[in-house]
């Protein structure tokens, strides 16, 4: 069984369109990250949500806005795409205790592809 | 802000060889060190994990080293294979609330080549 899935795996648009990506996870954590890597492979992270919540919102355009509708589930909507947004996408997920001793091994779905043109 | 840098983008070994891969960091020490392996077209995968309070940490032919005083961690394979062939990613990380918490911060990366 997958662990962390997303789809699509590749998404090829038109500058200006609107996508949204999509990532399960069946862990059972309660922690669900995106992350962006660019073509020189260096990899941020742009927001995470525990339980639900925002807690990390990296300096990310406002474009960019993130959906938990449950612990399992983190989707990624992008408005009016630019050809900067051109990267691969990775959701990730962990279980995280606050301010407990670190546990913190991410677990990384494939990826998606965003080409925009 | 924190700043992570290992050693290089490419290290190139033959097989048989050790390979050592470092990742330097600055300002605040982190709680713990990870290190991912990531292969061509897939996420990051797992495969260490080293706290602020130890020293070296063993699994199979891995074995990483943390030394707070030099800001640094040192990742080895040991008797290292085509199949190592790979990049290797070390993230740095904080026990905290709130922002900090569960928050990874990535170094670029040193794709590693084993050839035979």
């Known amino acids: 069984d997958t662990a962390v899935s997303q789809t699509p795996k590749y998404l090829v648009t038109q500058m200006g369109n609107d996508k949204s990506i999509k990532c399960e996870q069946n862990?059972?954590?309660?922690?669900m990250y995106w992350y962006k890597q660019d073509s020189k492979k260096f990899l941020k992270i742009m927001f995470s949500?525990?339980?639900?919540?925002?807690?990390i919102n990296e300096t990310v355009p406002n474009r960019f806005s993130p959906k938990s509708p449950d612990k399992a589930h983190l989707n990624l909507h992008i408005n009016s795409l630019e050809l900067g947004d051109s990267a691969v996408y990775f959701c990730a997920s962990s279980q995280v205790v606050s301010g407990g001793p670190p546990r913190e091994t991410q677990y990384f779905g494939p990826g998606t592809r965003l080409l925009v043109l | 802000s924190q700043k992570i840098e290992q050693n290089s983008e490419a290290l190139n070994i033959q097989e048989g060889k050790t390979a050592t891969l470092t990742c330097n960091y600055t300002n605040y020490s982190p709680a713990y060190l990870q290190w991912y392996r990531q292969d061509p077209g897939r996420g990051p995968v797992f495969l260490l994990l080293?706290?602020?309070?130890?020293k070296e940490k063993r699994k199979e032919r891995l074995k990483v080293t943390f030394d707070t005083t030099l800001k640094q961690s040192l990742f080895h394979i040991t008797a290292s294979q085509p199949a190592d062939s790979a990049t290797y990613l070390c993230a740095l990380g904080w026990r905290g609330r709130g922002s900090t918490l569960g928050r990874l911060y990535f170094g670029r990366g040193t794709q590693l080549t084993v050839w035979p």
């Open positions: 080293i706290r602020e309070n130890e």
């Open positions: 862990l059972g954590h309660d922690t």
């Open positions: 949500y525990n339980n639900k919540e925002l807690i």
